[in-house]
């Protein structure tokens, strides 16, 4: 069972667009992570949330936790080929390490 | 200062045989964490390793296995392979254990199983 649902599953937009990741769930995480993977590579950490409510920014990335501490999204505003690569999200249930992993949004940013 | 280093990169394999994996972290990172990641299941947890000790295990079965050496290295062993075996398998190293240490991934080792 798929704790973590990520939409969308794939995305292909052109240089300049903005977009939104989504990442739900019915569980209640303590923290929900998110990373990007690049082809041969393994995952990069972007951010760490927290709070409930919580919104930080990287650039032209925003990222966004839900109240309830179950949903999480991503936006990204004037994409560049550069944000190519599968983002993941990835959230812990309690105080272990056993992170739970979201499928991905595969996003293809063309020039 | 150097990433998370794994060996080999790439295996091939006939089901029944066995595999280790390699996984060097990043110098003065304690913790070793592994997870297996496929098309359809995604990234699954297997086992972390901090200090020599196995500290958290997935719901993986007994054919996986771990060790973590003194130099904080660590391997993972994979018996009797099965064709759903096949996966990229990846490492994380972290400075310490809590749930918000940054993990930092290497690049993983890709199993194919015939």
């Known amino acids: 069972t798929q704790l973590l649902e990520q939409s969308p599953q794939f995305l292909s937009i052109q240089e300049g667009e903005n977009l939104t990741v989504y990442c739900n769930s019915s569980?209640?995480?303590?923290?929900l992570q998110w990373y990007r993977q690049e082809p041969g590579e393994g995952p990069v950490l972007l951010v760490t949330?927290?709070?409930g409510g919580e919104v930080k920014k990287l650039k032209r990335l925003t990222f966004q936790f839900g109240d309830a501490r179950k949903d999480s999204s991503l936006h990204i505003t004037a994409a560049q080929p550069g944000d190519t690569g599968l983002y993941l999200c990835a959230g812990f249930t309690g105080n272990n390490r056993k992170l739970i992993w979201g499928l991905g949004t595969s996003l293809a940013v063309n020039p | 200062k150097a990433g998370v280093t794994q060996t080999p990169r790439y295996l091939i394999k006939t089901r029944g045989q066995q595999v280790t994996l390699s996984c060097s972290p990043i110098?003065?990172?304690?913790?070793v964490s592994w997870y297996q990641q496929t098309p359809g299941q995604g990234l699954q947890f297997l086992f972390e390793?901090?200090?020599?000790?196995?500290?958290n295990k997935g719901n993986f079965p007994g054919r996986f296995s771990g060790r973590q050496f003194s130099n904080s290295r660590s391997e993972m062993n994979v018996s009797t392979l099965e064709l759903g075996d096949s996966a990229l398998y990846l490492c994380?190293?972290?400075?310490?254990?809590?749930?918000?240490?940054?993990?930092?991934f290497g690049p993983g080792t890709r199993l194919l199983v015939l």
């Open positions: 569980s209640v995480f303590s923290s």
């Open positions: 110098s003065g990172h304690r913790s």
């Open positions: 994380a190293s972290s400075l310490g254990a809590g749930p918000l240490e940054t993990q930092y």
């Open positions: 390793y901090f200090s020599e000790t196995q500290r």
């Open positions: 949330v927290v709070t």
